[in-house]
């Protein structure tokens, strides 16, 4: 059994990862900006089974992160592995300036996954191992129309997820799982009329979330011996 912590695990990628890490007999704790929806969350997971806990977190906060971290480490548990994967996704073309919806994916995209390395990479070195999951997406291996500044921060992601992972050669695990479609409520956030309205199109193929957690538990699976790197999973029907 190990501990995960999980971010961004109110719906999506990372409630699916919760339910099915929960379900092989791991202990989660999970962050995200919606309480209520944890706690619900939290409840099922224990109804089932499984062993949970969980913390209010908002990823862009560094101190939060840290305390997130602690919360899930109390009692003596290890911090085994950390699932990043709070994200946000307003697509727009780059004419529109919606520089604050720039901002925010930065802020949570790229900072969130930087604040949670560093939150845990001390505790995993004093602890001798750890796992490091970096969920990126598509695009971090192509960019598309309206996608540039989601784009450039799953780049980041993928870039700082490389670095890291030749800096723990032999110590810590780092994967980068990266999406195709995926049913989630990323496009929920899209304010730009014409960018939600192809996002629909988008996503008439996409996957379930739970495909993305199966793929995630692969990683978490195995030996220590063995790292997985990087995991591209997309619809077969799709090109994307």
Known sequence: MKNVLITGASSGIGEATARRLAADGHRVFLGARRGERLERLAEEIRAAGGQVGYRRLDVTDAADMRAFVAAASAGGHRVDVLVNNAGVMPLSPMEALLTEEWDRMIDVNVRGVLHGIAAVLPRMRRQGGGHLVNVASIG?????????????????????????????????????????????EL??????????????????????????????????????????????????????
């Open 140 to 184: 971090a291996h192509e960019v598309v129309p309206t996608a540039a500044v989601y784009c450039a921060t799953k780049f980041a992601v993928r870039a700082i997820s490389e670095g890291l992972r030749q800096e723990s050669a032999g110590d810590i695990r780092v994967t980068l799982v990266s999406p195709g479609v995926t049913e989630s």
């Open 187 to 240: 496009a929920d956030s899209i304010t730009d009329q014409n960018a939600r309205e192809a996002m629909l199109a988008y996503r008439a193929v996409a996957l379930p979330a739970s495909a993305i957690a199966d793929a995630i538990a692969y990683a978490v699976a195995q030996p220590a011996e063995v790292d997985v790197n990087e995991i591209i999973v997309r619809p077969a029907a799709g090109a994307q």
